[in-house]
C-alpha cells in the first residue's frame, strides 16, 4: 500500500504546478485521504490525530490511522494535531502540489521529533547527477538539485524507538529513469540523518533494476492463504502490512535486517523468521497454515 500511496504523490506532483499554503479558488472541492502513522509504533497515533486542511478538518482512525474529508480546490497543505496522552501537542504541516483532483496522500508520519534526510541522485551508468528527480518518504517531497544533492526535511524521527524509521519505504522517481526506493540506513547525528548517493538506472539500460520489492512469498495452502493479511515485525514493532492475493502470494520492500513474518487468516496464523543480507537480491519468504 506505501508503494501505490509514493506513486501516487509523486505523479501529481509531476502533473501539477506547485504553490503555497492550503485552500482554493471558489466552491469547488476535492477529496484528500491518507494515513497518520505515529513513528514509534507504525500505527494510526492513539488518541487521534486532527487533520485540518483550511476551515475543513476531521479526526484519524486510531487503529490504522486513515482519515477522508472534503477540502476546497487548490489545497496545497494540511496541517496534522496530535496530542499525546501526555506531553505537549505535536503539530505538523505537510505540503504537496495543488489537489485540483481527489488524492490520496498516503503515510504521513509524525514523531516526537524531526530530522533531514540529506545525500545525493545520480545516474547508475556514470555517475552523473541527476538533477530534478523527486524524492519522497514518510510524507515528505523533496527535488535534487543541479549538482543532484537533497534534503528531504520535517521527516518524522524517534530517537527512544528508531526501528520504524529505518524502514521507511523512499521513492525516487526522474524523467528517463527507472524509480528506486530506498531506506535510511543509519540514524540521526545533529538531526540529519546521511543517505549518501542514490544511484538510478537509465531507461533503456541492459542492467535495470529488480522489480520494486526485495521479499516475495506465498502463503499455502492457496485457498487458506488467499486474501490472508500479512505482516512483517521487527521484534514487537509492525512495519508493513498487506494483504495476499488470491494465489497467496504478496511482495514487500525490506531494507537490510532480521525480520518476522506472521499471516493471519481468521483464528490460524502461521509465522516465520528471516534476514535481508542483500537488497539487490530478491528473498522468498514462505508460509504455511
Not at 142 to 166: E, H, I, K, M
Not at 216 to 237: F, N, W
Not at 269 to 283: M, P
Request: aromatic letters at 8%; charged letters at 10%.
Amino acid at each position: 500500500m506505501n508503494r501505490f500511496f509514493l506513486a501516487s504523490l509523486v505523479l501529481l506532483l509531476a502533473g501539477c504546478g506547485g504553490g503555497g499554503g492550503g485552500g482554493g479558488g471558489g466552491t469547488a472541492m476535492v477529496n484528500l485521504q491518507g494515513r497518520v502513522i505515529w513513528i514509534e509504533t507504525g500505527s494510526g497515533t492513539n488518541p487521534a490525530s486532527t487533520v485540518r486542511a483550511g476551515q475543513n478538518s476531521t479526526t484519524t482512525d486510531v487503529i490504522d490511522g486513515f482519515f477522508e474529508f472534503a477540502a476546497a480546490s487548490g489545497t496545497t497543505s494540511v496541517t496534522v494535531t496530535y496530542v499525546p496522552s501526555s506531553g505537549g501537542p505535536i503539530v505538523r504541516t505537510f505540503n504537496f502540489p495543488a489537489a485540483t483532483n481527489d488524492v490520496d496522500l498516503g503515510d504521513l508520519y509524525v514523531g516526537p521529533q524531526v530530522v533531514s534526510l540529506k545525500g545525493r541522485i545520480v545516474s547508475a551508468a556514470d555517475n552523473s547527477a541527476v538533477p530534478g528527480a523527486t524524492i519522497a518518504i514518510a510524507g515528505r517531497l523533496a527535488t535534487s538539485a543541479g549538482d543532484g544533492t537533497f534534503s528531504v526535511d520535517g521527516v518524522a524521527y524517534s530517537a527512544a524507538n528508531p526501528a520504524v524509521f529505518l524502514g521507511l519505504d523512499g521513492l525516487v522517481t526522474a524523467t528517463n529513469f527507472f524509480a528506486r526506493h530506498f531506506s535510511p540506513e543509519s540514524l540521526a547525528t545533529g538531526g540529519i540523518v546521511q543517505i549518501g548517493s542514490i544511484a538510478l538506472t537509465p531507461e533503456g539500460s541492459n542492467d535495470p533494476p529488480p522489480p520494486p520489492f526485495d521479499v516475495q512469498g506465498t502463503a499455502s495452502p492457496v485457498g487458506q492463504g488467499a486474501g490472508c493479511q500479512v505482516d512483517i515485525l521487527q521484534g514487537s514493532t509492525l512495519l508493513r502490512r498487506v494483504n495476499a492475493d488470491g494465489a497467496g502470494k504478496y511482495t514487500f520492500w525490506l531494507p537490510k535486517g532480521s525480520y518476522t513474518l506472521k499471516a493471519t487468516q481468521g483464528s490460524d496464523v502461521a509465522q516465520t523468521t528471516f534476514s535481508v543480507t542483500d537488497t539487490t537480491v530478491i528473498k522468498t519468504v514462505n508460509v504455511s497454515f
